[in-house]
Nanobody, 121 residues
Framework: QVQVVESGGGLVQPGGPLRLSCAVS????????TGWYRQDPGKQREMVAT???????DYADSVKGRFTISRDNAKNTVYLQMNSLKPEDTAVYYC???????????????WGQGTQVTVSS
């Protein structure tokens, strides 16, 4: 069984920084691509940033230059460093990971429960 747990959300003032973490635990063979997504009530979930197992990254245009995604493969943890936060960054942030549970199975998507980020003065 694979568990995905996000942490680090909270209330921050506009212009401030926040760092999210996503820890993958349980019984599995390998973690492949990972990413952060966010969702506002009444809106579709959108991609924020992704990082492949080889380190290739991709960002939504709205966060380029402000957010940085990284991963620590030894700790099976993904991070999202968010700087220069804006009120429009307010959302629930979700971590998605692609995990193969054994050496013969293909990767499946697993989602965390989400962590609230609120940017407000």
């Amino acid at each position: 069984q694979v568990q995905v747990v996000e942490s680090g959300g909270g209330l921050v003032q506009p212009g401030g920084p926040l760092r999210l973490s996503c820890a993958v635990s349980g019984s599995f063979f390998r973690v492949y691509a990972t990413g952060w997504y966010r969702q506002d009530p009444g809106k579709q979930r959108e991609m924020v940033a992704t990082i492949g197992s080889g380190g290739r990254t991709d960002y939504a245009d709205s966060v380029k230059g402000r957010f940085t995604i990284s991963r620590d493969n030894a700790k099976n943890t993904v991070y999202l460093q968010m700087n220069s936060l804006k009120p429009e960054d307010t959302a629930v942030y979700y971590c998605k990971v692609q995990v193969a549970v054994n050496i013969v199975s293909g990767p499946n998507d697993y989602w965390g429960q989400g962590t609230q980020v609120t940017v407000s003065s």
